[in-house]
């Protein structure tokens, strides 16, 4: 199911791929076992591959050139953030790694599936199943509480039994919006809207989440506190996170920071100790 593009998510256990585990480099072959002999130094199922990924669209004074060249090798488990000007092509990144659209050329691949290689409602199936979104604009449904936007992905899913309501609650509260559930978005403030984008895409505790500005709108208190949320997830359930952010404090909290200039990622300064 998918709204506007929205993809919806619930985790499962899954087939992994398998690498030596480099940060920073560019993308090596995979090693297709799970205990491949002779690999006893630590190996890492890959959550992401890119390679040599280009995107143009038509503008009105003819073809844009938003990326040019990306190359991304992102482990399972990871956290990994994107900053970059505005303009820079952050979010149609973003967008492509997720399978919401297509590059113009190169590959990517997205737990182990190759995202070419799928019609739209296949990658809509693997978002459901792996991803999570959180959109710079929200795209949260404007007929739906509070608490029944954050439920939906779980609905689709067919899960709506007592343990699904109460992770719902629970995610509901982690943000902060319990006393708000039944409000409707355009009854919430921008960064309640936010932070009820943010419960719906971790409500089904996806293996990669993806989200683009997620403390964009929030005040300083409330945006550690979603930060806190994210490196939790990250560091309790495994969650991959591909975060993209002007907020440096969170950018530099990932494992590994990226910058995208002229259509290309070039690795960042190297973010402070203790990253997640
Ligand atoms: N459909 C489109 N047609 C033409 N140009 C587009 C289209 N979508 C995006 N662009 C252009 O591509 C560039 C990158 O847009 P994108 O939304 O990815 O930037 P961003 O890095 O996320 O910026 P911000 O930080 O402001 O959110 C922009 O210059 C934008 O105007
Ligand atoms: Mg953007």
């Avoid at 199922?45 to 990326?67: F, H, N, Q």
């Avoid at 190759?114 to 693997?126: I, K």
């Avoid at 949260?140 to 029944?148: F, G, N, V």
Wanted: hydrophobic share 40%.
């Amino acid at each position: 199911m998918r709204l506007r593009g929205v993809p919806l998510w619930p985790a499962q256990p899954r087939a992994t791929q398998l690498r030596t585990t480099t940060r920073h480099q560019h993308p090596e072959p995979p090693i297709d076992s799970l205990s491949s002999p002779g690999t006893s130094i630590a190996t890492r199922a890959i959550a992401i591959t890119v390679r040599d990924v280009g995107k143009s669209v038509a503008g009105p004074e003819g073809e844009v050139r938003i990326l040019d060249g990306v190359d991304l090798t992102v482990d399972e488990g990871d956290s990994v953030a994107i900053v970059g000007a505005s303009g820079s092509g952050k979010t149609t990144l973003l967008g492509l790694l997720a399978g919401l659209d297509l590059p113009s050329r190169g590959t990517i691949e997205l737990a182990g599936q190759r995202l070419d290689a799928l019609d739209e409602e296949a990658r809509a199936a693997l978002r459901a199943r792996e991803v999570g979104f959180v959109f710079q604009s929200f795209h949260l449904l404007p007929s739906l509480t509070a608490e029944e936007n954050v439920a939906l992905p779980l609905e689709l899913a067919g899960r709506e039994g007592s343990e699904d309501r109460a992770r719902v609650r629970e995610v509901l509260q982690a943000v902060g919006l319990e006393p708000r559930r039944r409000h409707y978005p355009r009854q919430l403030s921008g960064g309640e809207q936010q932070r009820v984008a943010l419960a719906r895409a971790f409500v089904g505790r996806p293996r990669i989440l993806f989200a683009d500005e997620p403390t964009g709108n929030l005040d300083q208190a409330t945006g550690q506190h979603v930060s806190e949320l994210l490196f939790e997830l990250n560091r309790r359930s495994g969650t991959t996170l591909v975060l993209v952010t002007h907020d440096l404090s969170l950018a530099r909290r990932c494992r590994h920071l990226y910058r995208l200039d002229g259509g290309r990622l070039h690795a960042d300064a190297t973010p402070a100790e203790g990253a997640a």
